[in-house]
């Protein structure tokens, strides 16, 4: 069926209704409404079926888009590679696969090697069997157990919400596979320890307490995002991650940072653990690595890594026996090789440190105005917003009234996000991520679209 020339979107809103199963999404709404199409994109701005334009301030609704809709050069240098070679499996190599692969490591110093898949989830399934692995191999069955953060999200398969520190997402999929262990969450704002000197510093010695309960011997890695992102977007707080670093080199665990997010200039740098100064074992990326134009994700590791996998070549079980079927379509790192020289040619990077300064610049400038923003946190276009009933007590926002107040944002042209469905009594947050082509104008917008719902829905 060719779509190009359809017309009459009301049977494409029809054909979606009986057919698409959304994600995150309860249908029962579209017994009496219409499910929302996306028909086009340009810059921050889409359409949808009705014809109504919006800002969007989250970046294809979960932080992918980040150099923004209808890039003609990213489409047609996939086009141009799909008529070339479109797909061989990932156990032979690709122009496209082999060149990106260079780029990206010329971005990670002390990185070396790219395995590519096809999605965030599927990139921290891979570093987790590369840490079940080594513990066979290099440690005697020892070192297997991986562990997560509070709050922290890794993906949606069994084994990677296992890893995930966000209960509400992880409701009626248990059991989950055992040695997924938690550590304390580290935002100060929430405070599991009271009123603490060095804040950062207990968070991080929380993590070697949970090593020291378990048995260093069990403990083989641990993951974690730069920035937490849908726990709350929760910045790490002063001294947490060279303490977290020294506590990896002392114990012997594999640093594996979660970049699905954080990655490819969402924070103003490459990545998000580089405004911390820490130097992973282990980096996964998905979501803007491409900006949505091709599926693809990488796992990406030092050559020590690398290298725990080339043991014995006579051994017919001692290499890492693992394949991504999509990992091997070259769209992927086609559409991501484009879409580094944009940001490189466009300074995007400086654009999003100097943009996501104005953004929270103008959100700390409303808690002035609205009593209900408790606090305002980020780094670069990845900023969120904590609403409570009381600055005093810190109650937590309702998160229906937080939803009220994003359907009200909305209504002024303007997407924004929220936590939702993710932690039981915080899912309270204001979330945006534009996109790192946003202008002063789209910045202030987007804050002029919160003043206004602010006033609207909490007074």
Known sequence: MDTSNINDLSEVVEADRIHVWHHLSQH????AVDPRVIVEGKGLRVWDATGRETLDAVSGGVWTVNVGYGRESIANVVRDQLLKMNYFAGSAGSIPGAMFAQRLIEKMPGMTRVYYSNSGSEANEKAYKMVRQIAHQVHGGKKW???????????????ALASGGQ????????????????????????????????????????????ILREGPDTVGAIILEPVTAGGGV?????????????????????????????GVGRTGKWFGYQQYGVQPDIVTMAKGVASGYAAISCTVTT??????????????????RDISTFGGCTAGPAAA?????????EGLLENTTAMGERLMGNLNALMEKHRVIGQVRGKGLFIG????SDRTSREPLAEATVAAVVGAVMKRGVQ??????SVPGFNNTLCLSPALISTADDVDQMSDAIDGALGEICG
């Not at 014995?312 to 290499?319: F, V």
């Open 234 to 262: 929760i910045t790490p707080p002063e001294g947490y991650w060279p303490r977290v670093q020294e506590i990896c080199k002392k114990y012997g665990l594999l640093l594996i940072i979660d970049e699905v997010v954080c």
């Open 337 to 345: 090789l484009e879409n580094m020289r944009i940001i490189e040619d």
């Open 385 to 388: 917003a904590e609403l409570v």
């Open 303 to 320: 050559e020590a890594v690398f290298e725990m996998f080339k043991g014995n070549p006579n051994d017919p079980l001692d290499y890492f």
């Open 28 to 31: 029962k709404q579209y017994e």
């Open 167 to 210: 209960e509400e997402r992880k409701s009626f999929y248990g059991p989950y596979p055992e040695g997924f262990v938690p550590v304390p969450h580290c935002l100060e704002y929430r405070s599991q320890w009271g009123e603490v000197e060095d804040y950062g510093l207990r968070a991080a010695n929380a993590i070697e307490e949970v």
């Open 416 to 421: 924004i996000g929220m936590t939702n469905r």
């Open 145 to 159: 157990k991986i562990l997560y953060r509070e709050r922290d999200y890794h993906g949606t398969t069994i084994a």
